[in-house]
């Protein structure tokens, strides 16, 4: 393949596929679906679009019902990304920042009873196929006391023993981690029943080789850096953006158009084949999440 030496990548072919594992749509606070129209618009086919924290829709108080309503919500732009013609899949869960919000507001106790029927909730979703994946559950990136650290943990277990139940992926937040760290998440989906393969860890360093080692599924941030650091173990990994989708922040954490820009520049460039583009956007995705593109 001849690198294209300008700027400027290449179109990718329609038959392509692209996939940003990790997005989120807030119309209230950010662009909505003019980000999935800069996705499909650099040649983006499939999103998985994961539920916010409740107080991102405004809602506050700790009950699940406010879960109901950010379920329902991420359902429902799901359903709208792909009027614009896009494959979309939601995750739901109970974000570590926010079950650490809700311990500090209703106390230890009450936070563990609300989060655990959030996630069964989610479990509901997913067993009606209107969604695919809990998530994104796990623990604070920051430094939180143990006992906060210790729920988290636990919270995370439960949502393994749930994914066991439905055969389904759970995506997950954690703190950064390395080779040791996927060892340990590895050990409690172990402990749940969960099958490795369908634990992804979100924001994963270029763990490549210790992921197919332990059977972990690394998502990365569609960094130049991350993915060329990536492909130098393999193609055993997933692309994502973690747009947030707040015009407060833009871009954070990457741009709606990230994982197809930088797809089509590597393909350009001939530092990734076309059939790594399958791999990594199409049946890694089929066999992680059980669905098919």
């Not at 569609?222 to 015009?247: P, W």
């Not at 922040?249 to 059939?275: H, K, M, Q």
Request: with cysteine.
């Amino acid at each position: 393949m001849v690198a294209v030496l300008t700027r400027e990548a290449v179109p990718l072919s329609r038959e392509l596929p692209v996939t940003d594992n990790h997005m989120h749509l807030d119309p209230g606070k950010g662009e909505g679906m003019e980000a999935v129209k800069k996705f499909a618009g650099e040649g983006g086919k499939t999103i998985f679009v994961v539920s916010k924290l409740t107080r991102d829709l405004g809602l506050s108080g700790v009950n699940v019902d406010n879960f109901s309503k950010l379920y329902r919500a991420t359902i429902e732009l799901a359903k709208q990304a792909e009027e614009h013609g896009v494959t979309a899949f939601a995750v739901l869960g109970v974000h570590p920042a926010e079950y650490h919000h809700m311990i500090e507001s209703a106390g230890m106790e009450r936070a563990k009873e609300v989060a655990e029927k959030a996630l069964e909730l989610a479990a509901e979703h997913i067993a009606e196929n209107e969604a695919v994946a809990i998530g994104e559950v796990g623990r604070p990136h920051y430094p939180v006391e143990r006992d906060v650290l210790n729920a988290c943990e636990e919270l995370m277990v439960r949502a393994f023993e749930l994914a066991r139940e439905l055969n389904c992926a759970v995506q997950l937040h954690t703190e950064r981690i390395d080779s040791e760290g996927l060892k340990d998440i590895a050990e409690l989906a172990d402990s749940a029943g969960l099958r490795r393969e369908r634990v992804v860890k979100h924001f994963c360093p270029p763990l490549i080789e210790k992921g197919s080692e332990l059977g972990i599924m690394p998502s990365l941030i569609a960094s130049r850096k991350n993915v060329l650091a990536a492909l130098e173990q393999g193609d055993r990994f997933l692309m994502e953006s973690d747009y947030i989708d707040d015009l407060s922040r833009p871009g954070a954490v990457l741009s709606p158009r990230s994982v197809p820009r930088l797809t089509r520049r590597l393909l350009a460039e001939g530092r990734l084949t076309e059939e790594q583009v399958w791999r990594i956007h199409a049946d890694n995705v089929e066999r992680t999440y059980g669905v098919l593109l």
